[in-house]
């Protein structure tokens, strides 16, 4: 049993699908959209539904601008010890294109109890970022750094945009530099249309697509689609991303996981 | 804490030596100008990493069967040039608690009572953080996992779970790397950028992975389990280790057998274990640039609390006595405080202990009573050390010894004599009353006088294939072994009584 084949009916995957309805909706992802990822864990998610916690929150907000371009506005929150939040956001304006290469964004993270707090301890930051002449230009307070990038590079939750937008044809595959999250560069990735199939959902048998992203400092990593492109789970070792909210409506709604584990055949115990 | 305080004034009085209050404002500004030159710290541990899992060790682990052949961590390289490591380094106890309650005291983990994981360190057993809090100036930061308190990870800012000694940067909340540790380095890095004050730092970054590939396979969970190339990595799948097949006479856990993991899904294990490695090494660059960009004012240490099974002798994570489990990085770098570049020391038997006595040796003062490391500063400054100690004494897990000379391994362990009415082997450590039994081995009734023993040829055997003991040729080196465990070690550690064992 494995956790991503969607043709294997005890896996994490089959078994996500089963649980959730496919919104009917129209999506269009080239205009404007708001999403909401709700982000737990795997192993909570297979073992023990019950204690499943939100790792993660992240929400990414797309305007579509003039001359083939647009800017996403992306906010996470990971859940700390003591009530805090470990907050990353960042405004990036993008190209259209394949990948949503970003040009210039900024990026800003802290630890605190509200996003509006002062950062504790030390731990705020903001770097203003761009590209030129194929050099990552990261300015930190007043120190600035280049690293040397290709043509070709995007940062890792663009990709949340791009795939919606991707074209899903066999043999697709994508090579580029990946930057992780907006301000390291983890080397060269390959992204790659893995498959449509159908599945069974909470609505019956649904079309769905699925690209994967392959390379270093990845955990394989699966992108899973409807058929108007709107992007449902990602999921990667440990990480899975479920989009719970649409432009504030709910999509797929987190309770599924407590209906999930009533038709679970998983039985594993948590580690001593 | 821009401006020196009478307490940090009397500290900082003390460590001048011969100082006097009639004196006051001269030497505050002396003793400021002191602690100013002292070199602030970031202490990098990541949790699980195999030695050879670092992509320049390519060369000292040249069989491709190593880790290092199939991962690419460009930033821990550039550490590594640009500082001294130590190949032949090693935990003090290869599980999570117990190593790092040894890092953190300099003690072994009979001594600080964390002898399993989710036991707290003896109340009377300095850390470096409360060492360091009661002898000097310094600011101590800690974020990301400790696990030596009890059964916690990560710790909280106040209440019962904090670290001693420690301010918290907080994160977590702390069972994976996939999703705490870009927290931890995003902290972590604000704080060296952001450091202003007269006085050092002691910043920790401690993160989970790649502590995550335990939930990747049996006996945990098989939930990731690929029997396939399912992704249709081809040659990008690492080898087998030539050793699965060898497993001796233990008592730790069971090597796994075939029908649980075979030959794909162990290399699907190591690929996934490869990118965890990866993803630590893009955070480590994160800090390394910020402590570049603060001017290198800071000594960096990068070590792991324990290995990873790696599929040799069929095992995942750690908790059993082979080299990939014992054996951990360890990079000092600190070129403007003397530390050599680009060394890779082959030679000298170093472990965790020796940490704390390093930091307290560059900051001027004795390390706790005590303390079982030797400070590796002149190693790292590249000075010629004529009497360095020629072993290295491991406890691993509750029962078990190892002592590791320059060739050998010696190995031994002590089975539990019967059954004890408590649920876990954990227990039988610590009484009813939650007192130490003060187990040394041998000398418990609950457990068989006559250790399973083992030794290994590390030397001119390192995937450790031939297990020496049974043969009797080697009585003499067993007997030497013996001799150094008994008299060097066991006969002065003083075992711990008073566990903060907090396991709500």
């Given at each position: ?40 864990d795997t192993y909570s998610a297979i073992s023990n539904p019950k ?222 | ?154 710790p909280d800012v106040d209440g019962p779970r904090i670290v001693p ?340």
């Open positions: 049993m494995i956790m991503y084949d969607i043709h294997d009916k005890t896996s994490l995957i089959s078994n996500l699908f089963l649980s959730i309805i496919i919104p009917e909706q129209l999506f269009e992802p080239e205009n404007n959209w708001e999403h909401k990822y709700f982000g737990i204690i499943i916690r939100k790792r993660i929150e992240l929400t990414i907000e797309r305007k579509n601008q003039t001359n083939g371009f647009s800017n996403l506005t992306i906010k996470t929150e990971r859940y700390c010890k003591s009530n805090f939040f470990f907050y990353a956001d960042a405004e990036l304006k993008c190209k259209n294109d394949e990948i949503s290469t970003p040009l210039l964004w900024t990026y800003e993270s802290k630890v605190a109890k509200r996003r509006s707090d002062t950062p504790y301890l030390k731990s705020g930051m903001k770097k203003n970022i761009k590209v030129a002449e194929r050099k990552l230009i990261v300015e930190t307070g007043e120190v600035s750094s280049k690293m040397e990038l290709s043509d070709n590079y995007t940062c890792k939750w663009c990709l949340l945009d791009a795939i919606q937008r991707m074209p899903k044809v066999p043999d697709k595959s994508l090579e580029f530099k990946m930057i992780d999250e907006y301000d390291s560069i983890i080397g060269d990735q390959t992204l790659r249309f893995r498959e449509a199939a159908k599945t069974e959902t909470g609505n019956g048998m649904k079309d769905i697509y699925c690209f994967e992203l392959l390379g270093p400092g990845t955990i394989p990593a699966t992108y899973w689609i409807d058929s108007s492109g709107r992007l449902l789970f990602y999921l990667s070792g440990m990480e899975l991303l479920v989009l719970t909210e649409e432009n504030g409506k709910t999509v797929i709604p987190i309770s599924i996981f407590s209906d999930w584990q009533k038709k679970s055949t998983f039985d594993l115990t948590l580690p001593g | 804490m821009s401006k020196i305080n009478r307490r940090d004034f009397l500290k900082s009085s003390a460590l001048i030596g011969g100082a006097t209050l009639f004196n006051y404002k001269k030497l505050s500004i002396a003793s400021q100008l002191i602690e100013q030159k002292k070199p602030n710290f970031l202490f990098i541990i990541c949790d699980q990493m195999v030695i050879d899992a670092i992509s320049i060790y390519r060369n000292y682990f040249p069989d491709l069967a190593y880790t290092c052949h199939w991962t690419n961590t460009p930033n821990i390289d550039n550490l590594i040039e640009n500082s001294v490591s130590f190949i032949e380094s090693h935990s003090s106890n290869p599980v999570c608690s117990p190593s790092r309650s040894s890092l953190f005291t300099g003690r072994m983990t009979v001594e600080t009572g964390v002898i399993h994981n989710n036991i707290g360190i003896d109340v009377n057993v300095p850390n470096l953080g409360q060492w360091l809090e009661d002898k000097t100036i310094y600011e101590r930061v800690y974020c990301g996992k400790w696990h030596a308190g009890g059964q916690w990870n990560v000694g420690f301010d918290t940067l907080p994160n977590g909340p702390g069972d994976f790397g996939q999703f705490m540790d870009y927290g931890v380095a995003g902290a972590s890095e604000a704080y060296l950028r952001n450091h202003s004050n007269r006085n050092p730092f002691l910043l920790v970054a401690s993160f989970m992975d790649p502590h995550d590939i335990c939930f990747w396979g049996p006996p945990i969970n098989e939930g990731r389990n690929r029997g396939t190339d399912f992704f249709n990595l081809g040659n990008k799948l690492p080898v087998l280790p030539p050793n699965q097949n060898y497993s001796f006479k233990e008592i730790w856990h069971d090597a796994i057998p075939k029908s649980e993991l075979d030959g794909m899904k162990w290399r699907n294990y190591l690929y996934d274990y490869g990118r965890m490695v990866e993803r630590i090494d893009n955070y480590v660059g994160r800090l390394l640039k910020a402590v570049h960009d603060r001017g290198d004012d800071t000594i960096v240490i990068f070590t792991s609390d324990h290995g990873d099974g790696q599929g040799r002798h069929r095992r995942v994570e750690k908790w059993h006595p082979y080299q990939d489990s014992i054996k951990v990085p360890l990079v000092i770098y600190g070129p403007k405080f003397g530390i050599k570049k680009n060394v890779v020391d082959t030679e000298h038997l170093v472990q965790g202990t020796d940490i704390l006595s390093t930091i307290c040796d560059y900051v001027g003062i004795k390390p706790p009573p005590n303390a079982r490391g030797n400070s590796l500063r002149p190693l790292l400054e590249g000075k010629k050390v004529s009497n360095w100690k020629d072993n290295v004494y491991i406890e691993l897990q509750m029962t078990g010894r190892i002592i590791r000379t320059k060739q050998y391994k010696f190995v031994m362990a002590y089975k539990k004599s019967k059954e004890t009415d408590r649920k876990t082997l954990e227990s039988v450590f610590i009484t009813n009353e939650g007192k130490a039994s003060e187990f040394i081995p041998g000398e418990d009734r609950k457990f068989q006088k006559v250790p399973v023993k083992m030794l290994f040829d590390i030397k001119n055997d390192p995937w450790e294939t031939v297990n020496l003991a049974e043969n009797s040729k080697y009585k003499n080196i067993i007997e030497e072994h013996e001799y150094i465990l008994h008299n060097e070690w066991e006969n002065k550690l003083i075992p711990g009584h008073h566990f903060t064992r907090d396991y709500k």
